[in-house]
């Protein structure tokens, strides 16, 4: 018997920003197909769990979230899986969790639509395929995104095999969008009232590709074109490898005006031997030299990082490297997890696995100096004066959020601006977390 097509959807994406983008567009592709979006999984014909395998406790997370779809009256919407744990898990994911009708990979979720067919008339529906042929020809244009800000993907996988790492199975090889299509895809998003672009890659610095004249560009050669596109206020890129923080892109930091002053780079550990057994292919003291350089260039850059702690054969001293190294640099902000054994990467089985309670007590004296450190860049802008890009509703009423250029948000009242506007705030107080301002004066547009 053929299932009913369905006519809403719902997705729900974890993990990265590459995932969120993904998410988007398996959304515009949905709606592209005639269907509209649900407000949540309760009402809505199919869900897409657009899912992270990067820790454990992620994946965990997806079977309890397929579980929870049952609804009170016995039925259930048509299941999509899709995203990493899709790509690592494959066939099993079905027989572990029956009521999946679709798993569909990273790198074959055009075929979304295809695959719904296939499940509507009972038939296995699973796509992980990494074609040569880049998915994103096949998916349509980003016309539907209204919002001041968005991602775009332009490099995407992963060829450094990080011994912890899934990704470079679950994303596959290092590929980079052709230039136009990236230009093509940024005008449209500020077509559609995107006034700030964050590129994407799990190593977007390693972004490569001819210009329109074929000459060979790096990430900072894309940026340059990007800087001149009118409409477009501000550009971010995340995320990106030490090593390919090349001398263009470092240099764009100190002279193109809509690139904004945050890097996010990540470092893992602080010793040496550990990002050796990591495959970190730099060393502490090379990631130092990497962020005075881009000070040199720009010295109020916001600096955010990843940090492992409890990595096979990490001792207590490796771990005081980790904080030393936190201490020289001062990050804005930064995201830190206890090591999470992946099947399939090699430290999976290394000697020296350590113990949860070890880890436990690491990460919470790693995580105190971080928030220590964000706290004090908080509070080192009260007083100051900047620009904020207005991005969502606040929590109160009448109170508006937005970033600051170096990633803070900002909470003010709104006083007349609307979501979109570009304004000037006095930053009047700071918490751990984020900045209270009040307006100065709406920027002529
Ligand atoms: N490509 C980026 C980000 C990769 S995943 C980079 O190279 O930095 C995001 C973060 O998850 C990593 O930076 C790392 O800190 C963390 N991570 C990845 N695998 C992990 C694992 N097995 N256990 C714990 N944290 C992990
Ligand atoms: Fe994973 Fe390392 Fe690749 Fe980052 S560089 S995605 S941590 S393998
Ligand atoms: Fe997770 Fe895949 Fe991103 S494993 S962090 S969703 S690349």
Redesign the pocket.
């Known amino acids: 018997m053929t299932r009913k097509k369905p006519q809403t959807f719902h997705v729900k994406s974890f993990g990265c920003q590459m995932n969120v983008y993904d998410g988007e567009r398996m959304s515009e592709m949905l709606s592209a197909e005639g269907m509209t979006a649900a407000q949540d999984s309760t009402d809505a014909d199919i869900v897409v769990l657009n899912t992270c395998h990067i820790r454990e406790k992620a994946v965990d997370k997806v079977y309890s979230d397929i579980g929870r779809l049952r609804r009170d009256d016995g039925t259930r919407p048509m299941i999509a899986v899709a995203g990493c744990v899709a790509q690592a898990e494959g066939a099993e994911i079905p027989r572990r969790a029956r009521e999946v009708d679709i798993v569909v990979g990273p790198q074959a979720y055009h075929r979304l639509p295809f695959l719904i067919e296939k499940a509507r008339n009972g038939e296995a529906a699973l796509d992980t395929d990494m074609p040569a042929a880049s998915k994103f020809g096949a998916l349509p244009s980003r016309a539907m995104q209204k919002r001041p800000t968005a991602f775009l993907t332009v490099q995407e996988g ?5 011994t ?5 199975y679950t ?1 596959g090889a290092e590929i980079s969008r052709p230039w136009n299509a990236i230009i093509d895809e940024a005008k449209a998003l500020i077509d559609g009232g995107a006034c700030e672009i964050t590129l994407l890659g ?2 977007v610095n390693a972004w490569t590709g001819d210009d329109p004249a074929g000459r060979a560009q790096g990430l900072d050669g894309l940026i340059r074109a990007l800087d001149t596109l009118p409409g477009l206020e501000r550009i971010r890129y995340t ?1 990106s ?1 030490p090593n390919d923080m090349t001398d263009g892109l470092i240099a764009a930091h100190g002279d193109v005006e809509k690139l904004m002053p945050f890097l996010h780079l ?1 470092v ?1 550990s602080g010793s040496d031997p550990i990002l050796k057994a ?3 292919s730099h060393s502490a003291k090379s990631y130092l030299e990497v962020l005075d350089k881009v000070r040199g260039v720009r010295p109020d850059i916001a600096l955010s990082g ?1 940090f492992i702690v409890g990595f096979p054969g990490e001792s207590e001293a490796d771990f005081e490297a980790t904080m030393q190294i936190i201490r020289d640099v001062h990050y804005a902000q930064a995201y830190s997890f206890k090591y999470s054994p992946r099947p399939g990467t090699p430290a999976a089985t290394m000697a020296d696995q350590i113990p949860a309670s070890v880890m436990d007590e690491r990460l919470q004296r790693l995580q105190t100096l971080l928030n220590e450190q964000q706290y004090a860049f908080n509070q080192a802008s009260v007083g100051k004066q900047t620009s904020i890009l207005l991005e969502r509703a606040g929590r109160r009423p009448g109170q508006l959020v937005g970033k600051t250029p170096w990633l803070q948000s900002v909470h003010v009242q709104a006083d007349g601006a609307q979501i979109g506007d570009m304004i000037a705030v006095d930053i009047i107080s700071a918490g751990p977390n984020s900045l209270h301002g009040e307006i100065v004066k709406r920027k002529a547009a």
């Open positions: 992963c060829d450094k095999f990080c912890y790492c899934v990704v470079p994303r799990q190593n995320t490898h990540p893992q990591m495959n970190r990843d």
